[in-house]
């Protein structure tokens, strides 16, 4: 990792995270798919995802997270728009000056980056620079991903994994001892893997295809699971040693949902008990970008971040590509819940 001198700091000031309405439960998923509840949750830990229904697409997603992390950092006053995702509304252009406009930000700074699962790690360092460098004293960092559009509808393999979902964080410009300041940062790639976790055609390599597979992801799940375990370790340690923590100071580990074994396998090799991992994966399933301002928005409104604890964020996705960042828990206000008809279920229960 580069030695990270801090000019100043990006400052976690706001967060938001939503889901789109529709759930499809392990139960619906195995009416038309060789599969079970039981295989999936127990493989997995998911029991249900969100997904896109027709007409609706990455940008909304992206959009009313966006708004929800402006509204909770109580001014809607950016420079920059970076949104992490894999599955624009298009090849070309990019996603996120579509987001500003729709967001009634028209003119700043917005652009997409593509780091896929790891993307929205990627995307709180990219903010993190334009911050360092000046370019921006505010900017919203939004992940956003629908990969229900990229999963092939009859794999088993993909379609009970991933769901879709937007998170969104505003930085603010401060200093590097505050609370809510994001760092260090290790990032990291391997693009010799990237025939593990991948959709073949479409872009520039193949346009098309007679075979109708390959405009759907393909993924060597075994293989990503034992470089996500072992990368999201190593990653993690890197930035204990660059923020002088110790492993038992962590508070929450906060990884990519991906596979709850996954989040325990990480964990035992850090050595963070379990009841320090954030699980929020049985509600999302795998949501890629969006994956880590969910779990940040989930385990705020729970209480499991409290202001001052020390969290430990990591993610890894297809490229292969992984890093991880660290902060101490900001006081934040305004931060709803994303699973609003449950809480309208339990409501009406009352
Ligand atoms: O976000 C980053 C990208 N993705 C990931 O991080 C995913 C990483 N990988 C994983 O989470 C896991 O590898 C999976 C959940 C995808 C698969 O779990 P696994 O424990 O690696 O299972 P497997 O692929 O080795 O399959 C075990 C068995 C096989 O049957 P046999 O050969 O033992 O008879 C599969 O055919 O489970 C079968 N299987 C299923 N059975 C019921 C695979 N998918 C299913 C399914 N339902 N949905």
Same mark, same amino acid.
């Given at each position: ?11 976690? /000031?706001?967060?938001? /995270? ?11 998923? =195995? ?82 980056? #593509? ?28 992940? +956003? ?22 998170? /969104? ?19 990291? =790639? ?39 375990? +072992? ?27 991906? #596979? ?91």
């Amino acid at each position: 990792m580069p030695t990270q001198e801090m000019r100043g700091a990006a400052v976690l /000031a706001g967060l938001g /995270a939503w889901l789109p309405p529709h759930v499809v439960d392990n139960h619906e998923l =195995s009416q038309r798919l060789d599969t079970s509840d039981e295989w999936i949750r127990t493989r997995t830990g998911i029991g249900q995802r969100h997904i896109v229904t027709p007409g609706m697409s990455t940008v909304d997603l992206a959009t009313e997270a966006g708004a929800l992390a402006l509204r909770s950092a109580g001014s809607d006053q950016v420079d920059a728009l970076v949104l992490a995702t894999a599955t624009p509304d298009q090849v070309c252009p990019a996603s996120a000056p579509q987001v500003a406009s729709r967001l009634g930000l028209t003119g700043i700074a917005a652009f997409d980056v #593509n780091a896929v699962c790891a993307g929205f790690v990627y995307a709180l360092a990219t903010a993190s620079g334009l911050i360092a460098a000046g370019a921006a004293s505010r900017v919203l960092v939004v992940g +956003a991903d629908t990969f229900s559009t990229l999963v092939e509808p009859n794999d088993r393999g993909t379609v009970p994994i991933f769901g879709d979902g937007g998170g /969104a964080v505003v930085l603010r410009a401060g200093t590097p001892g505050e609370l809510g300041a994001l760092g260090p940062f290790d990032l990291h =790639s391997d693009g010799e893997l990237a025939d593990l976790l991948v959709v073949p055609a479409g872009g520039s390599k193949m346009r098309r295809s007679d075979d109708p597979t390959d405009y759907f992801l393909a993924m060597q799940g075994t293989a990503v699971f034992r470089h996500a375990s +072992a990368r999201m370790a190593e990653s993690s340690r890197e930035v204990l040693r660059a923020a002088g923590w110790a492993v038992d100071e962590v508070d929450s580990f906060v990884g990519h949902q991906a #596979n709850v074994r996954i989040l325990n396998a990480v964990a035992k090799h850090l050595g963070v008990p379990k009841e320090d991992v954030v699980v929020n994966i049985e509600r999302t399933g795998n949501t890629s970008a969006a994956s880590i301002p969910l779990a940040l928005t989930d385990a705020c409104v729970d209480g499991t971040l409290k202001p001052g604890d020390k969290v430990l964020i990591s993610a890894f996705g297809a490229g292969l590509t992984w890093g991880s960042t660290a902060l101490r828990w900001p006081e934040l206000a305004d931060v709803e819940s994303p699973h609003r008809e449950q809480r309208i279920v339990q409501a009406a229960a009352l």
